[in-house]
């Protein structure tokens, strides 16, 4: 089976470097990278596409989709955003209350609001990575989705338990720079040792 995730085309928020809302949508720049990378997933001739729910994912989904021939898309919240207490929407990602944000959250310490946390974020990689694994063996999948949930998909390919420290680090430099509407190219093989994923391209 072949996996292709897509992150989300750019949005404001992402310009600003703040975090964002549920509902924030695609700039103009966004849409035209949604419909680049529609006319790429074009060729790959997708059996599935998956979404987030959150609002830029379904924007670039249905751009998509439309290039693809409407293949009716699932969404699914398994692959949303990394839910973030609401206090933090509209801070930037080198403010001082991210910083505090990040080190509590990787640590398991308690975080005041309505967010997720690690513990909860992997068991909802597991519940993707498990829905992934379901679909017939010859599915050309499309996943649109962010660069937290990405990132932290591949860091979890193989390993169900709370990454180190310093993979942490390695891993937040990649949040960082994944560039919107990029895609990444994933094989999984039932049955192929312990492990049946790889990764074959980054975007």
């Not at 021939?69 to 398994?78: C, F, K, L, Q």
């Not at 001082?96 to 080190?103: A, G, K």
């Not at 990649?174 to 391209?201: D, F, M, P, Q």
């Amino acid at each position: 089976m072949d996996i292709y995730f897509v992150r989300h085309g750019q949005t404001d928020g992402n310009v600003a470097l703040r975090h964002q809302h549920v509902n924030t949508s695609l700039n103009e720049l966004g849409k035209l990278q949604a419909r680049m990378v529609a006319r790429k997933i074009a060729k790959i001739k997708p059996t599935n596409v998956v979404s987030s729910t959150n609002l830029r994912a379904i924007e670039t989904t249905k751009i998509i989709v439309d290039e693809c021939g409407r293949i009716p898309p699932e969404t699914h919240p398994a692959f949303e955003e990394l839910r973030r207490p609401g206090w933090l929407t509209g801070r930037r990602f080198v403010a001082f209350e991210t910083v505090w944000y990040v080190v509590r959250w990787f640590f398991g310490l308690k975080i005041k609001g309505d967010g997720e946390s690690y513990e909860e974020f992997l068991a909802r990689v597991i519940e993707a990575r498990t829905l992934l694994e379901s679909l017939p063996e010859n599915s050309r999948v499309v996943v649109v989705s962010h660069a937290v949930f990405i990132n932290l998909f591949l860091e979890h390919l193989c390993m169900d338990k709370r990454m180190s420290f310093w993979r942490a680090c390695k891993r937040l430099v990649k949040v960082l720079t994944l560039r919107n509407a990029s895609i990444i190219h994933l094989r999984y093989e039932a049955g192929k040792g312990k492990c049946g994923w790889r990764i074959l391209t980054r975007g």
